[in-house]
């Protein structure tokens, strides 16, 4: 049966000791959806929001949340991240805006948290840059798609393939 890692023998919570873990090369992609007005949506697909490029700013947010994640969770390991990429699909037909985010690294320990928190951060500057048009759009969906590297192997979620994404999302980067 698994356990919960973050608990030691007394049930005290504590940073898990990561220290004899062997360093493997580890990628998680994570994904969700923002839904609003078609108004709004076709705000963000012109480019014409009136505080700018909100796909472009809400790409940055998603890259510094990943990078910030141990700022944030308190229980989560500092890590040296090889890379982040934040990607947008536009569908119409939903009005909505999905993101994808990979995040790589070569270390002792995984990533999900910071592709998770990737998403949602880029999620929430979508919502936060638009808000003054339309302040009921809702984020749904954060998801951990998948993961690899690791003791634990490979992880790919059973719904990954009925996202709806359009765009690779495992890319791993050149080596």
Same mark, same amino acid.
């Given at each position: 049966?698994?356990?919960?890692?973050?608990?030691?023998?007394?049930?005290?919570?504590?940073?898990? /000791?990561?220290? +004899?873990?062997?360093?493997?090369?580890?990628?998680?992609?994570?994904?969700?959806?923002?839904?609003?007005?078609?108004?709004?949506?076709?705000?963000?697909?012109?480019?014409?929001?009136?505080?700018?490029?909100?796909?472009?700013?809400?790409?940055?947010?998603?890259?510094?949340?990943?990078?910030?994640?141990? /700022?944030?969770?308190?229980? !989560?390991?500092?890590?040296?991240?090889?890379?982040?990429?934040?990607?947008? /699909?536009?569908?119409?037909?939903?009005?909505?805006?999905?993101?994808?985010?990979?995040?790589?690294?070569?270390?002792?320990?995984?990533?999900?948290?910071?592709?998770?928190?990737?998403?949602?951060?880029?999620?929430?500057?979508?919502? +936060?840059? !638009?808000?003054?048009? /339309?302040? $009921?759009?809702?984020?749904? +969906?954060?998801?951990?798609?998948?993961?690899?590297? $690791?003791?634990?192997?490979?992880?790919?979620?059973?719904?990954?393939?009925?996202?709806?994404?359009?765009?690779?999302?495992?890319?791993?980067?050149?080596?």
């Amino acid at each position: 049966m698994r356990t919960f890692t973050h608990f030691d023998a007394q049930g005290q919570a504590h940073m898990v /000791d990561v220290a +004899d873990k062997a360093h493997t090369h580890r990628v998680a992609v994570a994904t969700g959806t923002i839904h609003m007005q078609a108004a709004t949506w076709k705000l963000i697909e012109s480019g014409t929001a009136k505080k700018g490029d909100v796909l472009g700013i809400a790409r940055i947010a998603g890259i510094q949340a990943a990078k910030k994640a141990s /700022d944030l969770i308190p229980l !989560c390991h500092p890590l040296a991240l090889t890379r982040v990429a934040i990607a947008f /699909d536009m569908h119409a037909a939903s009005n909505s805006v999905q993101c994808s985010a990979t995040v790589e690294t070569v270390g002792p320990t995984g990533v999900e948290i910071e592709a998770l928190a990737a998403v949602q951060m880029a999620l929430l500057t979508i919502y +936060d840059m !638009c808000k003054a048009v /339309d302040r $009921g759009m809702t984020m749904t +969906d954060v998801k951990l798609l998948e993961k690899h590297g $690791g003791k634990s192997g490979s992880f790919v979620a059973n719904s990954a393939a009925s996202t709806g994404a359009t765009n690779n999302i495992f890319q791993p980067s050149n080596k």
